[in-house]
């Protein structure tokens, strides 16, 4: 037994953990918002028809298919003496909360094209100061630890703040969103306002709180571009993974997208009852995925809970309107798993590939994730207002501000597909595709320990180069 064998990850502290949860509450509150109410608001709201949306959302992801890489290769190169993350976040959200602020002020009464602009323009000017906040935080866990438990632990506290911040995502636009003809659009103005503010508060505090390891700045040398492209997409467990993560942004994208949908008309409840059922055994499974993950596994544990929230889901179509709630509770259950587990498989990926080159390159992974799945929330955006207008469903637009209930057959069917059935289908193959994720037992805790001793050299080569600039 050698010296390193005794290596114990780095452990946090309670409050720790609950500092950490802070960025994610002020991003989700944000993005809660952002993918829960854009398609109502631009579709329903304003009018604007599926055919804008839908090239929005084409373009929206040929720009996020280019920004995502980008600022994770960059960030990745990056060496300041504040870090190579920390800047990023915390000089970013001012511009975060100014873009997502203007997404809601377009003019109520402009035409198609002007509609689309504006939309287009503050879609793409939010996801890049999005992109920038949510890389590098995602970035930052595989670094501040390299124990299972203590991500676990780390993601429960941002998972747990981010459904906070998701659920008031949900609840703020229902309060202060027009709900009849001649309502005003004021008062959703100055919650966005306020929500702007208040989220760049949060996530600049943590800023403040949360420390980078100087070695990964210091000692790591970057990879050259090409070679950080081969390591990259060479790694058979973050190909795996990022095929899985497609397929539960895509379910979380229609779901989140379609709550409005689902509760005004097929329910007939207003939408925080329906959240409700979401979101309260969400929050009980998130800090029960340790238990999934000790049993388990954290890979197992991720296609277990996939599986629970895919059934669920798919059911939603085929059982009496009276028991949607309750599938809607079972897949809140399930959810848990991709909301707590998926970022520290990543950072598994992230250990294995410092193993094969010798750094660490949290950026380059999570900006290569969100090149591929990204696509998946621009799906989700034009899916569901392409299958309302090819079900002849009637807008509120159309009624000059009211709430049409009376949906054709087809129109509820449509919602419950979206909803339902292909946000289900999408959980199924996800846990499908991760039997072939190969970071599992022996081989995982051969990953683990290497990792521990590089990073015990690496510490130690800091305090030398240190040690010789003093002297």
Not at 171 to 199: C, E, H, N, Q, T
Not at 324 to 346: D, E, R
Request: overall charge neutral.
């Amino acid at each position: 037994m050698t010296e390193h064998t005794a290596l114990q990850p780095i452990k946090l502290s309670v409050g720790y953990k609950f500092t950490w949860g802070l960025a994610a509450l002020g991003t989700s509150l944000i993005s809660g918002i952002y993918g829960g109410l854009l398609t109502i608001f631009y579709q329903d709201y304003l009018g604007l028809s599926a055919y804008w949306i839908g090239i929005a959302a084409t373009i929206y992801a040929l720009w996020n298919a280019f920004n995502d890489p980008l600022f994770g290769y960059i960030t990745d190169r990056t060496r300041s003496k504040r870090g190579r993350r920390i800047p990023y976040m915390r000089f970013t959200a001012p511009f975060l909360a100014l873009t997502f602020i203007l997404v809601w002020f377009a003019p109520p009464q402009a035409g198609q094209q002007a509609l689309f602009w504006w939309m287009l323009v503050t879609m793409l000017l939010y996801d890049t100061f999005y992109t920038i906040i949510g890389l590098v935080y995602s970035a930052l866990l595989p670094e501040v630890t390299e124990s299972d438990a203590q991500r676990n632990g780390l993601q429960i506290s941002s998972s747990l703040f981010g459904m906070l911040g998701t659920l008031l995502g949900f609840l703020i636009p229902d309060l202060v969103r027009p709900k009849s003809a001649g309502d005003s659009f004021a008062p959703l103005y100055i919650a966005m306002i306020i929500v702007g503010l208040v989220s760049m508060a949060l996530i600049m505090f943590t800023t403040y709180k949360v420390k980078e390891r100087p070695e990964f700045t210091v000692v790591d040398q970057p990879l050259p571009f090409w070679d950080a492209i081969r390591f990259t997409f060479t790694s058979k467990s973050f190909l795996v993974l990022v095929a899985e993560n497609f397929m539960s942004i895509l379910m979380s994208s229609l779901l989140l997208g379609s709550i409005f949908y689902l509760a005004d008309y097929v329910m007939g409840w207003p939408a925080i009852q329906l959240l409700v059922f979401l979101f309260v055994p969400l929050l009980i499974g998130i800090p029960l995925t340790s238990l999934f993950r000790k049993r388990f596994g954290v890979v197992a544990a991720q296609q277990v809970l996939l599986v629970v929230a895919g059934v669920a889901l798919i059911a939603i179509a085929f059982v009496p309107t009276a028991l949607i709630p309750v599938c809607i509770a079972v897949a809140g259950l399930g959810l848990s798993g991709p909301q707590t587990l998926t970022n520290v498989l990543f950072a598994q990926v992230a250990d294995e590939d410092e193993v094969r080159s010798g750094v660490r390159r949290e950026g380059a992974f999570f900006g290569v994730n969100a090149l591929i799945t990204k696509p998946a929330q621009s799906i989700a955006i034009w899916i569901i207002p392409f299958i309302l207008e090819r079900t002849d469903f009637v807008t509120r637009a159309s009624q000059l501000g009211e709430t049409f209930l009376n949906q054709p057959a087809q129109a509820v069917l449509g919602i419950k597909v979206f909803s339902g059935v292909l946000p289900g289908a999408a959980c199924l193959l996800g846990a499908l595709l991760l039997i072939w994720y190969p970071l599992r037992g022996a081989y995982l805790e051969d990953v683990q320990h290497t990792v521990l001793v590089m990073h015990h050299q690496k510490k130690d080569e800091l305090e030398r180069r240190i040690s010789a600039a003093q002297n």
